[in-house]
């Protein structure tokens, strides 16, 4: 343990060098390595959670540099994985980073999560969130979920039998959303707070966004928090079904 690295968390009562194992030996998977994973990624790294995996299929277009603050001019063409991977090893060498340049799918996406004891929905479709939401409801792993909106963003925490799920908040549909607006800072704030509810997660310690969810507007400054309950007829997480 780099002590010197990490000690202005080791001096938190809450934390200590116990607190800092914990970090050490946790696994983190952030799907999505744009707007909401560059903020997570560079925070986790920073804390130091032991294995990071990044999962993205997608490359480094100039467009993305308005918020995706992982990434920069000279790489664009790369893999944001890829990308993401040399920047966190140079910000802290002593983490293990895996990258998965893929999509992530029914097939696919068991073989992946099972290794890990987080996972943080760092994406911009439907699809993939319900994905998500379903398999870490069956497999028993917590899911940081977190979504934007032009000045707006949402952030809740999923464990079965703890609070709702995704698909308890929002049902599933098979509508196209229309792809929103998204000021670049408001990215920053979800994913800020996405990576605490992991080291909350990871340490044991302070209440998680579980039954509740945080909603931030930047446009007025406001953070509000408010009541979510489970869904008796949800057919992803009910005991019901």
Known sequence: MDKERYHRQLIIPE????GQAKLTNAKALIVGVGGLGSPVAFYLAAAGIGTIG????DIIDVSNLQRQILHSTS????AKVKSGEQVLKDLN???????????LDDKNIRQIIEGFDIVIAAVDNLETRYLLNRVCIKMGIALVEGGVFNWDGTV????????PCYNCLYPEVKTTPRVPGVIGPIVGLVGSFQAMEVIKFVLGKGELLTDRMLLIDGFNSAVTEIKVKINDQCPVCSNKN
Request: charged share 25%; net charge negative; no cysteine.
């Open 15 to 18: 934390f200590g060098e116990a």
């Open 54 to 57: 990044l999962l993205d299929k």
């Open 75 to 78: 790489r664009l063409g790369t």
């Open 93 to 103: 060498p002593e983490i293990n980073i895996i990258t998965y340049e893929i999509q």
């Open 156 to 163: 809740h925490t999923i464990i079965k039998g703890q609070g």
